[in-house]
């Protein structure tokens, strides 16, 4: 492995640090990212959470996280035990002004206030403002402290100005990092380089070649065990709003004069500002809402929404979205953006489609197929273009077959990919923002989300059932079949 140069020594302060997050993707991420040498030892994790647990106790869940969350290889008991080290817990509860704030002063103890503190708040969007105010109060908050917000901010465009006023009260905006998982990803970083280092794709880039774009985030899990979260989100604000829409902009942005943060994100923020809005009464010409059924997902049967919520529950919640989104831009006149998102679908995956469009004529015995570049983001990530060659069938003519150019990242490269949170988590204690979202594309993306859940709520688009295991309702493949497209779904191909 190539020397990975370690970040300042730093504090990690988890509030949240008994969830989901934290233990599936948080400590496993900063346990890969010691392994590697990048995190000196004389770091602390800070995990906080109401609960009342020991630091031992706390541990014991930090290595019952890494057993399930890491792959064996990766293990090994010396390395887990030194992580462990790290590792501590406070017991507080970070919405109340009386809660055990001495106890986190204590432990920061007279560290020097010129190390980096970073607030990781993996709690509920609405304690975001009361926990900064806590920590401003206590006088927690140094010149080198930073905040990391995960998503979705608010529930709508008023929320999320809410709570980006209460955090900003405490915080200036450059040491506010909005984390977005999906701009960790390889491949989704990998979309700048493969436009801006490529003359070959970037000249095609534009309506002039390209027919449609489609952009997907496949799930084959249901909500599991995040019931109360996600019924209250929605797969339109647990994804769209935001993870799908960044990979939007990183497709659709025009080159940035630089690899500074704030020349991509203005970037980005033109593509959110040109998106063609989706009144409340166009919600059923523009999306499709969908409810898992039950279903089967390979041999495995599987129960419903509903089932899964609990007995006796009703939801009109949508687990499955599709929309087409247009950008009113030189670049991108009459270029359809598809994207979909769904839990319970055939297969895991997350992709970007770009569908070029047909040639013109044809001096062959059969039509050549479009070319088609399918930027895999998950799993498998790599690239692929598909191209029609002479079928080498010795026939008395001409003709074309399919072929595939394909690039398997994992195996071009021979390196384990890191997970997402790998990349941001010390990108915070780089202090470089580039992968993170900025407070006005925030505000952008919520001001075209919104008159879609606002459609949906006075029901002028119907929420369709689909069987757990399909690729969606029906009405997903109106939206593409009135323009004569089709969804991409042999994801092997
Ligand atoms: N889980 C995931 O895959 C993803 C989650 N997110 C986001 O991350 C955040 C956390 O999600 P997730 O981990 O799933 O949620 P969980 O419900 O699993 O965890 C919530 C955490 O917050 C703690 N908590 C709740 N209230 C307080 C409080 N008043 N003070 C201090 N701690 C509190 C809980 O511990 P206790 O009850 O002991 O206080 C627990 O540790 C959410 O914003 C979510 O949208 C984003 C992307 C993916
Ligand atoms: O942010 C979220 O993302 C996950 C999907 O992430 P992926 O990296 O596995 O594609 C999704 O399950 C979750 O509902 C959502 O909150």
């Not at 040639?359 to 039509?367: E, Q």
């Amino acid at each position: 492995m190539a020397h990975l140069p370690p970040v300042d020594t730093f504090d990690y302060i988890v509030f949240g640090g008994t969830g989901d997050l934290t233990m599936r993707k948080l400590l496993p991420a900063l346990y890969h990212r010691y392994r590697d040498g990048q995190i000196p030892e004389d770091s602390r994790i800070i995990g906080t959470a109401r609960s009342p647990l020991s630091r031992a106790e706390y541990q014991q869940r930090a290595q019952a996280a890494l057993g399930e969350h890491v792959k064996p290889d990766a293990l090994d008991d010396a390395t887990v035990q030194r992580f462990l080290n790290m590792v501590y817990y406070v017991s507080l509860n970070g919405a109340e002004a009386d809660s055990d704030w001495p106890a986190l002063k204590t432990l920061f103890g007279d560290a020097s206030t010129s190390r980096i503190r970073v607030y990781y708040l993996a709690t509920s969007p609405a304690l975001y403002g009361q926990i900064c105010e806590n920590l401003s109060r206590e006088d927690l908050i140094t010149a080198q402290s930073r905040v990391v917000l995960e998503k979705p901010i608010g529930t709508d465009l008023a929320s999320a100005e809410a709570i980006n006023d209460s955090v900003g009260r405490h915080f200036p905006e450059n040491h506010i990092f909005r984390i977005d998982h999906y701009l960790g990803k390889e491949t989704v970083q990998n979309l700048i380089a493969l436009r801006f280092a490529n003359p070959v794709f970037e000249r095609l880039w534009s309506c002039d070649a390209i027919d449609y774009v489609q952009i997907t985030a496949a799930e084959t899990v249901g909500v599991e065990g995040r019931g109360a979260y996600y019924d209250r989100s929605g797969a339109l604000r647990d994804m769209i709003q935001n993870h799908l829409l960044q990979v939007l902009c990183l497709v659709a942005m025009d080159p940035p004069v630089s690899l500074e943060a704030d020349a991509v994100r203005n970037e980005k923020l033109k593509v959110l500002r040109a998106l063609k809005p989706i009144s409340a009464d166009d919600v059923a010409i523009y999306t499709s809402r969908g409810q898992y059924a039950r279903g089967t997902i390979g041999d495995k049967t599987v129960g419903s929404y509903l089932e899964d919520l609990g007995e006796g529950v009703t939801s009109e919640t949508e687990t499955f979205v599709a929309l087409k989104a247009e950008i009113l831009t030189w670049r991108w006149g009459n270029v359809p953006f598809y994207l979909r998102s769904g839990k319970r679908m055939a297969e895991k995956c997350s992709e970007i489609v770009i569908q070029f469009k047909s040639a013109p004529w044809s001096i062959f015995s059969n039509r050549p197929e479009p070319n088609r570049l399918i930027i895999r983001i998950q799993p498998d990530e790599g690239v692929m273009l598909c191209v029609s060659t002479k079928d080498p069938t010795p026939t008395d003519s001409l003709t074309l077959r399919d072929a595939d150019i394909n690039v398997e990242f994992e195996k071009a490269f021979n390196i384990r990919y890191p997970d997402a949170y790998e990349r941001l988590l010390l990108d915070v204690v780089r202090g470089d923002p580039i992968l993170f979202i900025r407070r006005d594309e925030v505000a952008a993306a919520w001001r075209w989300i919104d008159p879609i859940l606002q459609g949906w709520k006075e029901r002028k688009a119907p929420l369709e059932p689909y069987a757990a295991g399909t690729w969606g309702p029906e009405g997903a493949r109106n939206l593409l079949s009135q323009s004569g497209h089709l969804w991409h779904e042999d994801m092997k191909k």
